[in-house]
Nanobody, 121 residues
Framework: QVQLVESGGGLVQAGGSLRLSCAAS????????MGWYRQAPGKQRELVAG???????NYADSVKGRFTISRDNAKNTVYLQMNSLKPEDTAVYYC???????????????WGQGTQVTVSS
């Protein structure tokens, strides 16, 4: 079994910062790409940022220059540093990861349970 557990969400004022973490655990052989998505009420889930195993990153236009994604491969953990937060960043944030389990040969996509981020104006 594989689990992704997010932490670090909460309530913050506009202009503030939060750091999200997502740790993968279980029978993991290898992790490829990891990413953060978010879903606001009444909206579709959208990509926030992604990072490859080698550290190449991509961001949604709405967060470029404010959010930074990083990962620690030794800890099977991905982070999202969020600065200059805006009320429109309010959403449930989900991490995902492409993981090969021990004794398997293909990547499967796993999701965390989500963590709420609320930015007050």
């Amino acid at each position: 079994q594989v689990q992704l557990v997010e932490s670090g969400g909460g309530l913050v004022q506009a202009g503030g910062s939060l750091r999200l973490s997502c740790a993968a655990s279980g029978s993991i052989f290898s992790i490829n790409a990891m990413g953060w998505y978010r879903q606001a009420p009444g909206k579709q889930r959208e990509l926030v940022a992604g990072i490859t195993r080698r550290g190449s990153t991509n961001y949604a236009d709405s967060v470029k220059g404010r959010f930074t994604i990083s990962r620690d491969n030794a800890k099977n953990t991905v982070y999202l540093q969020m600065n200059s937060l805006k009320p429109e960043d309010t959403a449930v944030y989900y991490c995902n990861a492409q993981i090969i389990r021990i004794c398997y040969s293909d990547y499967d996509l796993y999701w965390g349970q989500g963590t709420q981020v609320t930015v007050s104006s």
